[in-house]
């Protein structure tokens, strides 16, 4: 959204503000709605909630079906511009308020503004923590719905959202099998839909499931369902569905390393490094960034150190100016594994001066970083040798073999599912 297009609901609304008409009073209405759902997209929620209330004031009693229909939209919009910011009871009173007003309409505009009220006040109590009656709602919303055939995308969408929710809930009320049941709906329902609203929540569904399975040590089945993801969305272009299938092809790739198949994993990773190599997205250059970490270490752990020290430092040369958190966290484990790396190989002038790049960089952006310490650690054994020469019985120094390396890759971000 731009300020162009503000200007323009605004030529509307200047030129409508005093019509009698009913068309015109309702493109009025509709365009004060459209403007504070934009000025909400640009972070302007004082301005977006002055422009619900202005419709809310003007129409509230209006008995006119295209103008109730607009009260009903600036009420759910209030709602959630209200619980973005926390103010979480006040949206559930809007929320309860198109429910009691609207609830059994049958007019099918109207019957879409409760049921997403009734979805919106699920998110304000489950974002509150009150996990059981958020679930209770979302089922009001599945119940009301039905498996959505036949219906409109948006009624849809938000039976699937309600079903990915639940799944997120239960599993942080360790009620597991009831999660994987929640996302089971969703998969079943929604699996062939073509509507990227669907899409997009059948991919959360089977990442949820496959990372579940994956914490319940059922690791050839969450494999499994990590593929189907793959399957699912693997051609998708939609920024967030290629997001999911990175992070589903790490997490595989994590199963097949506690499975010690290594050959496998860096093969997902090879795959990560194809699919995504060169994007411009910070989450997706951030997951091929780990990839080429996690390849890196394991050909170091599997004492092919010079492949992994190339791996290494093209992840320095690519990322190592990177401002993004994301990328600096990868950056820093990158450094001391090098560090790591060539002290076991005894290049010790090396090894102290990859030390001393980490150190000072740790030092410089966070001092609480456990691979700070670890630097220093390696430094000071590397140092030791050196000082002590080498091995007159001609066998290798290991130095700093108590340290190990360190990778791990961290879960994808996930929206709010409004």
């Known amino acids: 959204m731009s300020d162009e297009e503000i200007a323009n609901y605004d030529k509307v609304i200047a030129r409508l503000g005093t019509a009698t008409e009913l068309p015109l009073r309702q493109e009025f209405a509709r365009a004060l709605v459209d403007k504070g759902r934009a000025l909400v997209q640009m972070d302007k929620s004082g301005e977006a909630m002055v422009a619900f209330d202005e419709v809310i004031a003007r129409f509230d009693t209006a008995t006119e079906l295209p ?11 209030k709602g959630s511009l209200l619980d973005d910011l926390g103010r979480y009871r006040e949206a559930i009173a809007i929320f309860d ?12 505009s109207l019957y879409v503004s409760a049921t997403l009220a009734l979805y919106n006040k699920g998110n304000s109590l489950r974002d509150m923590d009150e996990n059981k009656q958020a679930i209770a709602v979302y089922d009001e919303v599945i119940a009301r719905v039905g498996d959505g055939t036949g219906t ?13 929710n ?20 969703v998969i079943a329902h929604f699996g062939t839909a073509t509507e990227f609203p669907l899409r997009k929540e059948v991919a959360k569904a089977l990442f949820n499931k496959g990372n ?22 693997g051609g998708a272009t939609e920024l967030s569905l290629r997001e999911v299938v990175a992070s589903a092809l790490v997490n595989k790739a994590i199963i097949l390393g506690q499975m010690n198949q290594t050959e496998e994993e860096i093969a997902v990773y090879d795959e990560v490094i194809t699919r995504f190599g ?3 997205e910070l989450t997706l250059r951030a997951q091929e960034a780990r990839a080429l970490g996690c390849k890196a270490m394991l050909l170091d752990l599997t004492d092919k150190r010079d492949e992994a020290i190339a791996i290494y430092d093209d992840v320095i040369a690519r990322f190592g100016g990177a401002p993004e958190p994301a990328l600096r966290e990868v950056v820093h484990k990158v450094l001391f594994n090098k560090a790591a790396a060539l002290s076991q ?7 102290i001066a990859a030390c001393d790049e980490v150190i000072a960089i740790l030092e410089e952006e966070d001092e609480t970083s456990p691979f700070l310490e670890f630097a220093r650690e390696i430094k000071k054994s590397t140092m030791d040798e050196k000082l002590r020469g080498p091995d007159v019985t001609g066998s290798t120094v290991k130095t700093g073999s108590t ?11 996930r929206d709010r599912n409004r």
């Open 278 to 280: 060169g994007a411009t």
């Open 403 to 413: 340290v190990q390396r360190v990778f791990y890759v961290a879960e994808p971000p």
């Open 345 to 351: 190989m005894n290049k010790r002038e090396e090894a």
């Open 166 to 185: 639940k799944g997120v809930l239960l599993s942080r009320m360790e009620m597991f099998s009831e999660e994987i049941a929640a996302h089971d709906g």
């Open 67 to 77: 103008l109730r229909e607009q009260v009903a939209r600036a009420l759910v919009n």
């Open 152 to 164: 409109e995308l948006l009624l849809r969408t938000a039976v699937a959202r309600a079903l990915v």
């Open 212 to 233: 579940r399975l994956c914490q319940m040590d059922k690791n050839k089945e969450a494999i499994a369902v990590f593929d189907e993801l793959i399957a699912h969305s």
């Open 97 to 108: 308020d198109v429910i009691a007003r609207f609830g059994t309409a049958t007019e099918p």
